[in-house]
């Protein structure tokens, strides 16, 4: 029999999304040690592991996997054979409505490129900013940062000065994260630039001593200096997204929660069970969260379908609670399908963004 290391190895499939598909029923375990809860796998499971890893690649639903992989071994393919073409066909028609779709944008580029407008390029700049709080900035934002390579203008953390704010902002399209510090010897126009990821954790590794920091912005070139310390690389060069268009949410409602007490809630509580979600390929399990009448947030149990509850991803959910830093965190739930906050008593400046996640019906 095969680990479930060796299967992930040699099936195409992470270990994480071995056991995903495990509790959806779609590709479960010979034998789970009942002690250690180990999962391991017959040989002739590695094939139904590589099939499934070809059918999540090629973008099919997991409800006609299911049926692929239950006929995959039976004398009548026609089952199987049907599914395909009917996959493909729907892949052939969303293509061609993307491309439609797609020409008509790559025109309006095109007419914006030729007639662009102002906005706050990387310049000169001058600044100073305490090394306790930049610290905790950069620890609230960091975990949001994105890592597709197709979206390198995510990979970093944006550092937005104007005036006597510095505000950090990393997002990787299903969840954000802004904080702030204060920042004095700027006096220049409000100037932004995209710090990439290994020199914002080269930042991140100097800001250990009591000297404030300076930061220097030089078109492309960024460096930061503490005490006789100093780290320096470019910039990421490309435009990152208006964050401040994003923060602008309706109010919601608003709990207050024992950042220790609701991470255990998460980590030991339900997740959506009947439903299965990937996100860029990989799986995840999903929470589903409501507030109760006396105010309190709860996770709520599989078979909880009130129209007012918000489903999220819950190991982003689990990072942001980490990231406020915070004994005590405020969540704020607005309609199901805006995104949840994650605030911080003291200080809302700085504060978590999470995509919820449509529950299917």
Known sequence: MRSIGEMARDGGLSVSALRFYDRAGVLVPAWVDPVSGYRWYEPEQLEEARLLARLRRAGMPLADIRLVLAGWAGPDTDLVRGLLQAHLRRLELGLSDARSEFSTLRALLDH???????????ATARLSVPVPELAAALDAVRFAAGTDAELPMLGG??????????????????RMA??????TGHGGPRTQVVVP???ADAMRALLTGEEPARLAVDGDSVALETGDRQTSGQSLGHEFPDYRRLVQLP???????????????????PVRASETREQDGEPYDLSVLRVTENGSVIV??????DQNNVAVNREFLLHALTAGARDELILELGAPTAPLAIRRPDDEGAFSLLMPVRLEN
């Not at 914006?112 to 990387?122: G, L």
């Not at 409602?253 to 809630?265: C, I, P, S």
């Not at 709520?300 to 379908?305: E, L």
């Open 251 to 269: 109010a919601g409602r608003r709990a207050h929660v024992d950042t220790a007490a609701f991470q255990k809630a998460l980590e030991t509580g």
């Open 197 to 199: 990821l290994p020199l």
């Open 112 to 122: 914006r490129e030729t007639n662009p407008m102002t906005s706050p390029h990387t």
């Open 178 to 183: 802004v904080a702030q510090a204060h920042a």
């Open 300 to 305: 709520c149990d599989d078979g909880d379908d």
């Open 157 to 174: 953390i944006l550092f937005d000065i104007e005036g006597e704010g510095l505000h950090l902002v990393a997002t990787d399209r299903y």
